[in-house]
């Protein structure tokens, strides 16, 4: 792929390379997509504004995502968690799953629906899930890299190819550049995609049907809560206290433990 949105990785600075190379090696993996978000992109597409009527927040209707919540920031700023709190933070999660508008498992179950679950995170809230379907069901790795001038996201081959009607899965939205990156590399102009997460900052959620806007899709976003602003490297955090998380980095939190099937609890 070429072009100003999908660079050729010989093109990159060779600093820029090595950073690529070093999140294949981390993560097992092979990017075969590149996609670029310069920051004068990433201003437009973060500018402040309302949520459009397309985004759906459970905290708007169900108070007891607050609790959920507050577990979750609380476990992602331990300075150490041992197994239980990894345990309270991940049910949280899947609490919030359960406290969503609509429910995930109602969509994913459609006929034609390509499931896309990034790792971990939404790999592993998907098999909790039982969003699992071995012949639609992907879980590509996607990872952002602070380039100059922006974000560059590497994502594998494990996607799909002009899907008309998808579902992605994950566990938060920054930024929102990963989701984006696959919005493009994987939808056709009309298709229908329904994002389901547990959170988001505003500036992710208004990025990600902006993203949709100029892509010519219809997007149906469905989130636990909608809080906190972006720092410096792109991280979800309090406002009023910058090195506060909101949620840390959600897949190093609930990785070390078996997604084991289990039911909603809100």
């Not at 109602?106 to 390509?114: K, L």
């Not at 566990?171 to 229908?192: D, I, K, N, Q, S």
């Not at 636990?224 to 939190?253: C, F, M, Q, W």
Request: glycine content about 8%.
């Amino acid at each position: 792929m070429s072009g100003p949105h999908f660079p050729d990785r010989n093109t990159l600075a060779p600093d820029d390379q090595r950073l690529v190379h070093d999140l294949e090696r981390a993560y097992g993996t092979h990017f075969s997509h590149l996609v670029r978000f310069t920051t004068s992109e990433l201003s437009e597409l973060h500018a402040p504004g309302p949520l459009p009527p397309n985004v759906r927040v459970a905290s708007d209707t169900e108070p007891a995502v607050a609790e959920r919540m507050e577990t979750i920031t609380t476990v992602a700023n331990l300075p150490h968690q041992r197994p239980a709190d990894r345990e309270h933070y991940f049910q949280a999660l899947i609490d919030l799953y359960g406290m969503l508008p609509l429910r995930v498992a109602d969509h994913t179950n459609r006929p034609g629906t390509e499931i896309v679950a990034p790792e971990r995170e939404g790999r592993i809230l998907a098999e909790t899930l039982g969003c699992r379907s071995s012949d639609r069901y992907w879980t590509p790795q996607a990872k952002r890299v602070h380039v100059d001038q922006g974000l560059l996201v590497g994502v594998d081959d494990r996607l799909p190819h002009q899907a008309r009607r998808m579902v992605l899965i994950d566990g938060v939205v920054a930024t929102g550049v990963t989701l984006m990156a696959m919005l493009r590399l994987t939808v056709r102009a009309g298709a229908v995609v329904d994002v389901f997460t547990c959170h988001s900052t505003r500036q992710g959620a208004l990025a990600l049907t902006r993203c949709a806007e100029r892509l010519g899709i219809t997007l149906n976003l469905h989130i636990g809560h909608v809080s906190g602003t972006l720092n410096e490297k792109y991280y979800a955090v309090d406002p009023d206290a910058g090195d506060r998380l909101i949620l840390g980095d959600v897949g190093d939190t609930i990785s070390p433990r078996a997604a084991e099937p289990r039911t909603t609890s809100p």
